[in-house]
């Protein structure tokens, strides 16, 4: 099968956030499998010839080879982008987003002619890809190279959903017959996820749990209803994680290489932690976060209880970037409690992964998560993940190798937290524990067989 991945960003070569690590990872594990992958994705500033080995196809269009052959294209334009950025600055998102995707999104449907690549699908990711969709059922609609074409759209989080005002629109190149209530009208706005939405044959969240909560109200972001009409096209596939990167066995970013049958070696990276947040060398369970500091990942009931959590039997080592309130919070919180939290307000690679090892539990109490991956590490790295029961969180931890909370407030928090004290301090207990959670397997080979299989459905749509 010929497959197209386009995304607004890949990992190892431009990275925001999960949806890279998935762009990465998902065409690797399809062309395991016998497929025929090609990438498509804007040539940012970092993705330099400089730093990657690129070749020149055309004015316009840059490659280089990921896996054994898959060929991953870059869409030049200078002024779209060659900026600090992927989609915007700390002053906010870039005010001409709607070019740039535009552009990127007919380039990459103009491109695959120019390459002769006729693919089965084009699997799209988030708003930033949605009007691939929307050209390729309207302007390309008639041309022969693009008959039977199909599309996927992969929503990532529903809460980002490309949203720009009206007056915009007849920079997208588009019949103004599609702004409307049935098209990419949104409140008298542009919204290009919608227009995604309609025009896509399937589409999929990273979780299957996700895939029903953005059908209701208080998770749909106003989509709900347009979700809802084409629920029997709507999927629900897990994320994986790539165990290249996140394997404790392997993993030269830790202090001390372990596995499930040398897990003692887990407790020296635990003391090595301690040492370097500055926390004292104690037998207490040590939580880990590492977080986006915002009221999805939880923060919220997080600041209302870090006081009373920082007074139980714990230390606490947080690691992360966000809204501003929280940094303060932090750096107050920091100074109160010095020999009981580690604030690091940064983005910092090597501590994540020794948090991952070092921890005892890995804190993750997001009001809502589409997937999530830091709980699926840390069972991989034998840290017991506590969360709320919500999108992927619910369906990859259990009380069978968790801890988990499902009344979203400071007490229901508080109180999971004091169980699992209580929980480590029985050694034979946590020792159980600890084994379970080495025992679960979140590769991406798995999942990537799962899309094969929606591929091949959605070719008979």
């Known amino acids: 099968m010929n497959i197209v991945i386009c995304a607004p960003e890949v990992f190892p070569f431009a990275k925001t956030g999960g949806l890279a690590d998935v762009t990465g990872a998902l065409p690797l594990a399809l062309e395991e499998l016998g497929q025929n992958v090609v990438i498509f994705m804007p040539k940012y500033r970092q993705v330099s010839e400089g730093k990657w080995q690129l070749n020149k196809l055309k004015n316009g269009l840059y490659f280089t080879k990921i896996g054994k052959d898959i060929k991953v294209y870059f869409i030049e334009h200078q002024t779209y982008y060659n900026r600090q950025g992927l989609y915007g600055e700390k002053a906010g998102d870039y005010p001409d987003n709607l070019e740039r995707f535009s552009f990127f999104c007919r380039k990459t449907l103009d491109f695959l002619r120019d390459i002769e690549f006729k693919p089965d699908i084009i699997h799209i990711h988030d708003w930033q890809s949605s009007l691939v969709a929307v050209y390729l059922k309207t302007v390309y609609k008639g041309i022969t190279f693009y008959k039977d074409i199909k599309v996927l759209l992969t929503i990532h989080n529903i809460g980002y959903q490309g949203l720009f005002p009206k007056e915009e629109f007849s920079k997208l190149g588009l019949n103004w017959s599609l702004f409307n209530i049935e098209g990419l009208e949104f409140y008298d706005q542009i919204n290009l996820l919608k227009g995604g939405i309609i025009f896509s044959d399937a589409i999929n969240t990273v979780s299957p749990t996700y895939s029903k909560e953005i059908q209701t109200k208080e998770f749909g972001f106003g989509l709900e209803g347009v979700l809802r009409k084409k629920s029997d096209r709507l999927y629900g596939i897990l994320n994986g994680i790539d165990y290249n990167v996140w394997n404790p066995q392997t993993d030269k970013l830790i202090f001390k290489n372990y596995s499930e049958s040398n897990f003692s070696a887990k407790y020296e990276n635990k003391i090595n932690l301690q040492k370097i947040c500055n926390l004292a060398p104690r037998d207490v369970a040590i939580f880990g976060l590492v977080s986006r500091l915002a009221e999805q990942k939880g923060w919220d009931i997080l600041a209302e209880a870090i006081d009373e959590l920082c007074n139980l039997d714990l230390e606490l080592v947080i690691l992360g970037t966000g809204d501003i309130r929280y940094h303060n919070l932090l750096e107050e919180i920091s100074k109160r409690y010095p020999k009981v939290c580690s604030v690091n307000l940064r983005f910092d690679e090597i501590l994540a992964h020794r948090i991952y090892a070092g921890s005892d539990i890995f ?53 999971k937290v004091k169980e699992a004290i209580a929980t480590y301090k029985d050694k034979s207990k946590w020792v159980k524990l600890i084994k379970r959670a080495f025992s679960y397997n979140f590769s991406w080979q798995d999942s990537a067989k799962k899309y094969l299989e929606l591929y091949q459905k959605i070719l008979n749509f």
């Open 363 to 415: 804190l993750m109490p997001s009001k809502y998560e589409p997937c999530g991956l830091g709980q699926m590490i840390s069972l991989r790295y034998g840290t017991v993940p506590l969360v709320f029961k919500t999108g992927g969180l619910a369906d990859t931890v259990t009380e069978e190798n968790g801890f988990v909370f499902d009344s979203y407030t400071k007490e229901a928090l508080i109180a």
